[in-house]
């Protein structure tokens, strides 16, 4: 297996995580599966004695959004988009019916079994952005145990949600106009031909660096707001931020790596 990231912060969280609350979610589903029942007079009562396992389901599927988001930020501070680049499988899984919902979650258990295979064959991205098939590392004991450690912390975090505050992460809101947000999505598609950079990853690019923690703090800016109330300041401020979510990937992000090639070429000329 390819050396992992060293990265002081972003090793706290990676893949593991992800196929943990897949996990999860397929557990509580299996369980919730077998005890609910579809009964017009029943489908309630039948919900009130599998509660701890149903709010193990919703806030399992919030925490699967928050670790896959950091899994995408990692992939963008290092540029996994950049060539050499594999095939991205993608497909609808808000789907209304209940069975297609059912069986998603095992058809993308295969699908992380092809990842994790391409992934061992290709290794991971990493600070320097170069492949590191000299210097490896055996996934058993060193990953075993880090990946157990960070498992641990968050099946803490994720059972305080569970017992203690389970309906903190849900909200009706939440339901509302799900196509209207697929362009903040599909921007991140053109994220492999604005950034212009000639070094992948952002360990050695200080302005891309700043610009990307600035991007992160408006991400989470923008997911608060989303759950308040449309009102002065908030209106200006959630319009604000979505003009930046959008210029960094089409303006801000090859205007910054144009201005760092030429740092570049001008050190590598005066040297």
Not at 18 to 27: D, E, H, P, T
Not at 98 to 112: E, G, Q, R, S
Not at 134 to 139: E, G, T, V
Not at 157 to 181: C, K, Q, R, W
């Amino acid at each position: 297996m390819a050396l992992r990231k060293s990265q002081v912060y972003l090793q706290l969280v990676n893949r593991s995580l992800l196929g943990l609350c897949l996990v999860i979610q397929i557990a509580t589903g299996v369980f919730l599966a077998m005890h609910y029942s579809s009964h017009i007079e029943l489908a309630f009562d039948s919900v009130e004695h599998i509660m701890p396992i149903r709010y193990m389901h919703a806030n399992g599927a919030s925490f699967f959004f928050v670790c896959m988001y950091i899994h995408i930020g990692k992939a963008l501070y290092y540029g996994s988009y950049r060539t050499p680049r594999g095939f991205s499988v993608s497909n609808p899984t808000i789907q209304r019916f209940f069975a297609l919902h059912f069986l998603l979650p095992f058809i993308l258990a295969a699908l992380v079994i092809m990842h994790l295979i391409a992934l061992h064959v290709n290794g991971s991205s990493n600070p320097l952005g170069i492949t590191g098939n000299i210097d490896r590392l055996p996934m058993h004991p060193y990953f075993i145990f880090k990946d157990a450690v960070t498992g641990l912390v968050f099946l803490l975090v994720f059972t305080l949600f569970v017992f203690y505050s389970p309906n903190s992460l849900g909200h009706p809101d939440n339901y509302i106009e799900v196509i209207a947000m697929f362009a903040a999505l599909l921007i991140l598609l053109v994220l492999p031909y604005t950034d212009r950079s000639i070094v992948r990853g952002f360990a050695f690019k200080p302005l891309s660096k700043l610009l990307f923690f600035a991007f992160v703090f408006n991400f989470v800016l923008l997911a608060n707001l989303g759950q308040l109330h449309i009102e002065v300041p908030f209106i200006a401020l959630g319009i604000n931020s979505t003009i930046f979510y959008f210029s960094y990937f089409i303006i801000l992000t090859p205007l910054v790596s144009t201005i760092e090639n030429l740092l570049f070429y001008m050190g590598r000329n005066t040297a």
